[in-house]
């Protein structure tokens, strides 16, 4: 991979991790399944009237976008809005990874290596004593939500695989016209009719500017500017090479965390931190195989 595309890779890691940031700032403002709703409709208004249709069977789409979207940042969203720490957030929807090695396993009928099967197990271990840590704190529940929100994510990523599209962006972007409904109708119910409206009403107010900044950064710089360069490079380079980058997300989730938020983990979490990161780029990276050589070149009796 060259050095600006290596480059382009830590930018979007960056602008993923700083996300939760975002996100923190945006339910600040607005009610958790509204603002999912909001984002997904200020993507998909411009996506229906300007970009073309991507070409992919309508079922992946509706797989994708109720998985990545859909699911993945209604459990995201509910977490963080009940206490889940912007950082572990992060750290903890890296569970998608080892998620979609085992749904490919189990839907797919995907063989599952040695090496993804300990990554899977290392990233488990690391994710319990995460859960075992926040139990301690009256803080389990929102840590079984982002699991959710991961386990949503690998579905969509499923989905994804089975689409095949002919231009990645595309789909990325027409999965958000999925979404807006779904979170608006589980908005009504478990949110009620006026709290969504009602937070439109008050975006004058300091929180509100807050709350209207974090919703820009999420659509622009999260989704339109992160997504469009990561599915590029994933177009242009092997997913082996590519996906690793991501592990830098939760590292760069955590330290803006501590920074922006202080949040302070534990030395028990920033050890487990760094047992799922290992697990998940264990369980990500694949062998390459190995190369014999031609047969003219091999040692006579070989």
């Known amino acids: 991979m060259p050095a600006r595309d290596r480059l382009l890779a830590v930018l979007v890691a960056v602008l993923w991790g700083c996300n939760f940031l975002a996100i923190h700032a ?149 999965m958000s016209v999925v979404p807006p409904l779904p979170m608006l109708a589980l908005s009504f119910v478990f949110e009620g009719p006026t709290a969504g409206w009602h937070s439109l009403t008050t975006l004058g107010t300091t929180t509100g500017l807050i709350g209207v900044a974090g919703m820009a950064y999420v659509i622009v710089f999260g989704t339109v500017v992160g997504s469009g360069i990561w599915t590029t490079l994933m177009k242009h380079h092997p997913a082996g090479v590519v996906a690793p980058f991501s592990l830098l997300v939760p590292v760069v989730g955590l330290t803006a965390s501590y920074f922006v938020l202080d949040e302070v983990p534990t030395v028990l979490e920033i050890v487990a931190a760094a047992v799922v990161i290992g697990g998940v780029l264990l369980g990500s990276l694949r062998r390459k195989p190995v190369e014999l050589p031609d047969e003219d070149l091999l040692p006579a009796g070989a």
């Open 26 to 174: 945006a339910l600040g403002q607005f009610p958790p399944m509204f603002a999912g709703a909001l984002r997904f409709a200020l993507i998909a208004i411009p996506t229906i009237l300007f970009v073309p249709w991507p070409k992919v069977k309508l079922r992946y789409l509706l797989g994708y976008g109720l998985g990545f979207g859909t699911g993945q940042f209604a459990f995201l969203f509910v977490a963080m809005d009940l206490g889940m720490p912007t950082g572990l957030a992060s750290l903890v929807l890296q569970a998608s990874a080892p998620f979609t090695v085992l749904l490919g396993a189990v839907l797919l009928r995907e063989r599952v290596s040695g090496r993804q099967l300990a990554g899977i197990l290392l990233a488990v271990a690391g994710m319990t004593a995460i859960a075992w840590q926040q139990s301690s704190h009256a803080a389990l529940v929102p840590v079984i939500l982002t699991l959710l929100a991961a386990l949503s994510w690998a579905f969509g990523n499923l989905a994804v695989r089975r689409a095949t599209p002919d231009n990645p962006v595309h789909l990325m972007l027409w």
